[in-house]
């Protein structure tokens, strides 16, 4: 992905579709357990990229390039997943249930305790 791309929420949905249409995914451990924890699959996550809203973008993030984007998933759920956005496999680097108080939507923060 160029580095016009990353800033390109379109071309970060387009490219994540891409991944998940491919299974072209990985969970880190972080992830794993987040999602063991709150009872969310991996074909939750896939949904989630299949159809990804970008929430916040990290172009520049230290560790590499990475957003958050969520969905409501087929089980009615919404979820988050923070995930690549530069490299050619989709890395979860963790996937959660957005609640309160630290998100007061799906898409817009609280407060932070």
């Known amino acids: 992905m160029s580095d016009a791309d990353l800033l390109d929420r379109d071309a970060i949905v387009g490219r994540l579709r891409d991944q998940a249409e491919r299974d072209a995914v990985r969970i880190t451990i972080h992830a794993h357990q987040e999602m063991v924890d709150e009872d969310i699959s991996y074909d939750d996550v896939k949904e989630v990229l ?6 916040e973008n990290y172009p520049d993030h230290k560790r590499g390039a990475c957003c958050l984007v969520c969905r409501s998933t087929s089980r ?23 609640k309160p108080p630290k998100w007061t939507t799906p898409f817009e923060r609280g407060t932070r305790k």
């Open 76 to 98: 009615n759920r919404y979820i988050h997943a923070v995930c690549t956005t530069s490299l050619e496999l989709a890395v979860i680097i963790t996937a959660y249930e957005p």
């Open 50 to 55: 299949h159809d990804a809203r970008v929430v």
